[in-house]
């Protein structure tokens, strides 16, 4: 007779954590789905809602829009962080994911700029700053609540999910993008083919949200909430008590946003706008691209589990000095095959440096503060990394007419995450509550 299976508490956890795993990261799939949409038909965008004579200012106007979203992150990241470290986790991880769905769906039925001159692109603004607003929430409310469900010796395998499942996401918007360039005239794509990725928005979000609501709370935040340890105020605890965190946070994340932004967002327009391939090709390259890229970053993620997210990073850096331009060179030769590879490389030091971001990046903080610390260094290190990043690097392209700009950025980015990471980042004292210091 055989005897029946009684799941023990750390058996019970593990299966928790898994399944919080997954909500948040799916969630986070979405989130990044939405935000990426833009950029993957800015070039389609900018004859919409900045029509004009010179094709190169409509396109920096499209990108302005797109970097006006990194503007109000930060304030997101304080709104958001303050609701999961005084409220919970689960909350704000509920309400990020319903701002970012409707701002979504309603730049999708939003008129251009033939229909409601220039009030268009002022919505457009409107609603791009509302997506900036909920993903500055997102990225710290998600990340603190893998980090307080996983076991230690599994944080940053399963933190790692965070941005593999945002690269499926970018997957997805860069597939739709391409598959609806391909499928129809230009247009047809620049009168209402374009609203087609974003008006997916809707069900992905009520699909996210109804998993949301299912979810508790991390048992780390639930411990402090229980014996009334939260913050009362943990924007300014941050500031007073964590500054030389903060600055290390916001370095790491600038790095970061500048690899994701250059490397998997900005190529889309790059290899059209500047290299001279079809919509459709440089769509279905940066689709190819993330999808390796989401492969990678997982493996990533166990690397760190067994030298420290600390190592990962100053690897992911050396990788973006020794490999950013030789990426670039073979992009350079207009060939698809070659640009695919170029691309390919180039994702490398990227899926180092996801992993690397997303392990290190918690470890600076306690619980009490962890969702505000972490939210509002990486927004802040997004306004310039992901914000400024791509405009500056398509104003240096038509200015200089050099097209290797993007890995003179990413190679720069590279020293100076090897600066700060490798001289300042020490061993916290007090490694039961965070690694790093």
């Known amino acids: 007779m055989s005897t029946p299976t009684i799941a023990t508490p750390d058996l019970e956890r593990r299966a928790k954590a898994k399944k919080a795993t997954g909500v948040a990261a799916f969630g986070t799939f979405i989130e990044y789905y939405d935000f990426s949409v833009y ?10 809602f900045f029509p004009g004579d010179d094709p190169v200012m409509s396109l920096l106007n499209t990108l302005l829009v797109f970097g006006s979203a990194f503007v109000v992150r930060p304030v997101g990241a304080v709104f958001f962080g303050r609701l999961g470290d005084r409220r919970g986790r689960r909350l704000s991880l509920i309400a ?3 701002c970012m769905g409707v701002a979504a769906t309603l730049t999708g039925l939003l008129p251009g700029y033939a229909q409601i001159g220039i ?10 700053m509302l997506q900036g607003f909920s993903t500055g929430g997102e990225i710290g409310g998600a990340a603190a609540y893998i980090r307080e469900w996983a076991e230690p010796k599994r944080r940053s395998l399963y933190v790692s999910m965070i941005p593999s499942i945002a690269q499926l996401g970018k997957g997805l918007a860069a597939g739709l993008a391409a598959l609806a360039a391909a499928a129809m005239p230009a ?4 009168e209402w083919g374009w609203r087609i990725p974003f008006l997916l928005a809707l069900p992905l979000g009520i699909l996210c949200l ?8 991390s048992p780390e935040f639930t411990a402090i909430k229980t014996k009334d340890s939260t913050s009362e105020k943990p924007f300014r605890e941050v500031l007073s008590k964590y500054p030389k965190a903060l600055a290390k946070v916001t370095t790491i994340s600038l790095v970061q946003n500048l690899g994701t932004y250059i490397g998997t967002v900005f190529v889309a327009v790059y290899f059209s706008e500047v ?3 079809k919509k459709s090709e440089a769509a279905t390259i940066v689709l190819l691209a993330v999808l390796f890229a ?3 970053i997982p493996f990533a993620g166990q690397l760190g589990d067994r030298i420290g997210g600390r190592k990962v990073l100053i690897w992911s850096y050396i990788a973006y000095v020794v490999i950013s331009i030789p990426s670039f060179a073979l992009m350079n030769q207009h060939s698809f095959g070659l640009a695919l590879l170029g691309l390919g490389l180039g994702i490398i030091p990227y899926a180092l440096c996801q992993a690397g971001t997303y392990g290190s990046m918690l470890e600076f903080y ?4 962890r969702h505000t610390g972490v939210a509002f260094g990486h927004s802040v290190g997004a306004v310039i990394g992901g914000g400024a990043g791509p405009y500056f690097a398509t104003w240096l392209i038509d200015l200089s007419g050099n097209t290797f700009i993007p890995a003179f950025v990413l190679v720069g980015a590279g020293l100076v995450g090897l600066l700060v990471v490798g001289l300042t980042v020490k061993a916290n004292t007090d490694p039961s509550s965070h690694l790093y210091r």
């Open 119 to 128: 009030l268009a692109p002022i919505l457009l603004v409107v609603l791009r």
């Open 96 to 98: 990020s994911i319903t």
């Open 275 to 277: 290299l001279g391939f």
């Open 294 to 296: 989401a492969f990678l």
């Open 187 to 190: 247009a047809a794509m620049s």
């Open 39 to 48: 950029g993957y038909v800015a070039a389609t965008l900018a004859t919409v």
């Open 210 to 217: 109804i998993l949301r609501l299912k979810i508790e709370d």
């Open 366 to 369: 306690p619980t009490r503060i």
